[in-house]
């Protein structure tokens, strides 16, 4: 008996593999999982929950104003005025005594309010729609291409900058008191967080985006005692969540991305009941 159930799972596992789509998926959120959850540990120590949102909210706006300056290329438009609108974003961030989450929260709102407008009145909204929930089983090779490298320059960006980032989340004051220059590695890392959900955009979409980015990190903190535990345990399960999404949904026939995002939500509730249970253990 025990023999058949192997030998039946084997064959299901071919199965699942035998598509082309399929792999490049998979080796999609083998790329994708970690560099998000290594760019949450950092968003959600800095306290920028809705940042990655805010910038998935954008995307449309970014959309249509390439779109009205003749972009033919989506993802270069995008882009570009992410990066924009991040910088922007972190100016009016350190010049007002405004919470973050408000900042961030307004701007969300006005970019996503903007793009609507604009793809209304030109009637290009049905055409990208899709960006709303994504598509994680059309990524193309050369898409994956462009994740790798992503993934090489975000392993690179935190090695470089992890404790510059760690020491600004912990104090501003006492960072620049150290000689770390806090704006240019806010706005760096801003850039950088802006680069990476915007490439992801189309796969995950803007609906999900900040639950792929945040979750993996959120759960980790609840689990995790030194900083160490915290990165490894956030990339340990964005990974299993993501290759395990994809799995039920092919068999389950259900969307990719909110299944991944279901089992992230699943794993952050698992993860907060433990730690309530230690703490009065």
């Given amino acids: ?74 993802n270069i438009s995008i882009v570009i005025f992410a990066i924009v609108f991040a910088l922007i974003l972190n100016y009016v961030k350190n010049k007002t005594s405004y919470g973050t989450d408000t900042i961030i929260s307004v701007f969300s709102s006005i970019a996503m309010a903007i793009g609507l407008a604009l793809l209304g009145r030109m009637g290009e909204f049905n055409k990208y729609s899709n960006y709303l929930v994504g598509d994680l089983l059309s990524i193309s090779k050369q898409e994956l291409v462009y994740l790798a490298i992503a993934f090489v320059l975000v392993i690179i960006f935190w090695i470089f900058t992890f404790n510059k980032i760690n020491a600004i989340s912990v104090n501003k004051m006492l960072a620049k008191s150290k000689g770390i220059n806090v704006t240019l590695v806010d706005n760096l890392f801003s850039v950088v967080t802006a680069i990476i959900v915007m490439i992801s955009i189309r796969w995950i979409g803007i609906l999900l985006i900040n ?47 909110p299944m991944i995002v279901i089992i992230l939500g699943i794993v952050y509730l698992f993860t907060f009941l433990l730690r309530k249970i230690l703490q009065f253990s």
């Fill in 1 to 74: 008996m025990i023999i058949w159930a192997i030998k039946l799972s084997h064959k299901k596992l071919m199965e699942f593999l035998n598509y082309t789509f399929i792999k490049n998926a998979l080796i999609a959120i083998l790329l994708a999982s970690p560099i998000f959850a290594i760019i949450g540990t950092m968003i959600v120590n800095n306290k920028m929950a809705f940042f990655s949102d805010a910038l998935g909210h954008s995307a449309l706006t970014g959309i249509a104003i390439g779109m009205l300056l003749g972009i033919s290329n989506a």
């Fill in 211 to 257: 639950s792929m980015v945040i979750l993996p990190a959120a759960s980790s903190r609840n689990i995790s005692k030194d900083m160490r535990e915290y990165h490894t345990n956030a990339i340990i399960i964005a990974l299993v969540s993501g290759v395990l999404g994809l799995i039920i949904s092919y068999y389950l026939n259900v969307p990719t991305g």
